[in-house]
Structure formats: structure tokens, C-alpha cells
């Protein structure tokens, strides 16, 4: 009996003792958290040269020498004190107009606005044109005819026997400017005074009278 009894307290610690806890599951760390690249930034690479006037290269496109009117210009530009503005030419028909005994010879252009219209009262006038221009480009201010939705640059008349010259303007109609050639082939017309209201443009010249007799191409603009 004695030795029954030892036995169970030799052996009751371990028959009584808790098993030992399960080893902790694997719990596999989070996957890591992916950063998206970063945008890569190409820095534009400018054509413009270090020192150059980015309006004076866009000026340079609109004046490019690709096309030519029949005056032989190759582009005008109005230059106000914001913008630079492309201004096409439009060509004239020949009209005439009875005062007393003397006939009024004109230049006719549609439309009884220009399209292109500015504020600025001292703009200045960029054309580009090979050669001289004495004779054959003029700034003027057109007459506005209401009532047949045109515009009219005089250009001469005649009486008694005598003809005066049909391919340029009377110069009572020409705006007295300074004109300078600011780069081979770029002549520059600015007015002395300032622009009243009204409708101007680059009158040129057309040589043994393009589309009629005194035949002429305006580079027409407005000043509001």
C-alpha cells in the first residue's frame, strides 16, 4: 500500500501538471505598401534664344515671307501695346464719282468695318515688303460708305484734259507717319499723331493696276 501511494506522489505532478501552451501560429508579415513612382518632369526645352523677345519670334511668324499678295507684301501686322495683330489684304475695285466738272477716282473695299479692330490709339504697323517702299505702300484712313457697305480710299481725278495719278492715294487721305526699316525686308509705319476713331489700313500699291485701273490691296484695321 505504502508503495502504491509513493508511486501516485511521485507521479501526480506530471499526471496533474497542464500541458505546455501550442507554439503561436505563423502570421506572415503585411506585404509591403508599394509607393507609386514619381511622375518624371521633362522640362520643355524653350527654342527661344537667351535675350530674344518671345513676342518679337512670334512677330517674325507672322511676317514670315511663305506667301505674297498680289502688291508683292508678304504679310503686315498691327502692333498695339498688348497684342501683335495679322492683318490680310483685301483688293480694291475702281470707282469713280461725278463733282461738277471734275471726276473723283476711288478705290472700293468691302465691308463697312474691318475685322480686326483695336482700342490702343497709337498703334504701330510691321510690313513686310522686299524692296523700296516709296511710292508704293501708304497708311491711310478709308471713308466709310454706309449705304453700299463699303469702304473708299481716293486715288485721283480729273478734269479740264488732266488725269492725276491713279495708283497711289491722294494725300489728303495718306496719315502722316514716320516709317523706318527695323530688319531687312520689315518696314515700320508709325503715326505722328494719334488715331482718331475710325477705319485705316496699309494701302499698297498694285503696279499697272492689278484688278482695274488704280487697282490696290488693303491692309485694313479699326480703331474703336
Keep these: 500500500m505504502k508503495t502504491i501511494l509513493l508511486t501516485l506522489a511521485i507521479l501526480a505532478p506530471s499526471l496533474f501538471a497542464q500541458a505546455p501552451p501550442p507554439p503561436p501560429s505563423y502570421i506572415p508579415p503585411p506585404p509591403p505598401t508599394m509607393v507609386p513612382d514619381a511622375p518624371v518632369v521633362t522640362p520643355e526645352v524653350s527654342t527661344v534664344k537667351p535675350g530674344t523677345d518671345p513676342r518679337e519670334v512670334a512677330l517674325d511668324k507672322m511676317l514670315s515671307p511663305n506667301r505674297r499678295f498680289v502688291s508683292g507684301v508678304s504679310g503686315v501686322a498691327l502692333r498695339t501695346k498688348n497684342e501683335d495683330l495679322i492683318l490680310d489684304g483685301v483688293p480694291g475695285s475702281f470707282a469713280s464719282a461725278y463733282a461738277f466738272i471734275t471726276v473723283l477716282f476711288y478705290n472700293d473695299f468691302p465691308d463697312a468695318k474691318a ?16 524692296g523700296s517702299i516709296r511710292g508704293r505702300l501708304f497708311l491711310v484712313k478709308a471713308k466709310v460708305n454706309r449705304g453700299k457697305n463699303t469702304r473708299s480710299v481716293k486715288v485721283g481725278s480729273s478734269g479740264y484734259g488732266s488725269v492725276s495719278s491713279m495708283t497711289s492715294p491722294d494725300q489728303d487721305w495718306v496719315i502722316a507717319c514716320r516709317t523706318k526699316e527695323v530688319k531687312p525686308g520689315i518696314w515700320e509705319f508709325a503715326p505722328n499723331a494719334p488715331l482718331e476713331p475710325g477705319e485705316y489700313g496699309i494701302f499698297a500699291s498694285i503696279q499697272g493696276g492689278g484688278r482695274g485701273v488704280g487697282g490696290g490691296e488693303l491692309f485694313d484695321f479699326g480703331i474703336d
Excluded at 475685322?115 to 522686299?130: C, Q
Aim: a positive charge.
Design 115 to 130: 475685322p480686326v479692330r483695336t482700342t490702343d490709339r497709337t498703334p504701330k504697323l510691321l510690313v513686310a515688303f522686299d
